[in-house]
């Protein structure tokens, strides 16, 4: 079975500074990776997506991850934050295959930007 | 319409009353999806419904009852609730359940709060 692993439960950031939330996976067979962000009181929001061939993802709000195989791992990254990006972060993944893949979260990151 | 939505956003019920959760989408989507999420942790699934038909029941204990009345509309039937059970209450759905790897849409959540 797969899953799912984010180091950092709290990320605290200044505003206009790069960022880096890092995720890493566990899986015996191929998958497919995604970031959610979940604002305060909100339900999560699809940010980006790796299904396959570039592993060089863009998302949306400025967000971009990477997937690399040799290091099981798709880290999310945003070269200025917003106040706005306050926000939780979730990695998921769902193994490759024919019928319904359950999507696995991470335990989530918190990212605090502070003016 | 790319939106998930649910009613209502905050609920309060006490032990032994009986509540429904309502989620409705109207994205033509054939697999809809029960998650709870639980403070400052990731969600977790309950049910899938695939076609209108209960696909899978992620060994939900009996309180919690779903049903599909149509293809546009899924409910979250709640009896006997305990305070554990409080929670924030996730729908989401996917164009069907082989193709959820291109993404779940997700409703904005019910916060239950059992008393």
């Known amino acids: 079975a797969q899953s799912v692993t984010q180091l950092d439960s709290q990320v605290p950031v200044f505003e206009e500074a790069p960022v880096e939330l890092r995720c890493n996976y566990s899986?015996?067979?191929?998958?497919?990776l995604f970031w959610y962000v979940q604002y305060p009181n909100q339900g999560l929001q699809l940010l980006l997506k790796y299904l396959s061939g570039s592993t060089l993802v863009k998302g949306i709000n400025g967000f971009e991850a990477e997937f690399n195989k040799s290091q099981t791992s798709f880290h999310l990254r945003k070269p200025s934050v917003h106040i706005s990006d306050t926000a939780e972060y979730f990695c998921a993944v769902s193994e490759r295959g024919t019928g319904f893949q359950k999507l696995v979260f991470g335990t989530g990151t918190r990212l605090l930007v502070s003016p | 319409d790319t939106e998930v939505t649910q009613t209502p956003k905050h609920l309060v019920m006490g032990m032994t009353n009986k509540k429904s959760l309502k989620c409705e989408q109207h994205?033509?989507?054939?697999?809809m999806y029960w998650y709870k999420q639980k403070a400052k942790k990731p969600p977790e699934l309950m049910f899938v419904y695939s076609y209108e038909k209960l696909s899978i029941n992620e060994s939900v204990p009996s309180r919690f009852s779903p049903e599909c009345p149509n293809s546009s509309l899924l409910n979250l039937h709640l009896h006997a609730l305990q305070p554990e059970d409080s929670a924030l209450y996730l729908c989401?759905?996917?164009?069907?359940?082989?193709?959820?790897?291109?993404?779940?849409?997700f409703g904005s959540g019910t916060r239950l709060t059992v008393v």
């Open positions: 989401a759905s996917s164009q069907d359940v082989g193709t959820a790897a291109y993404g779940y849409t």
């Open positions: 994205m033509g989507h054939r697999a």
């Open positions: 899986s015996s067979v191929s998958v497919y």
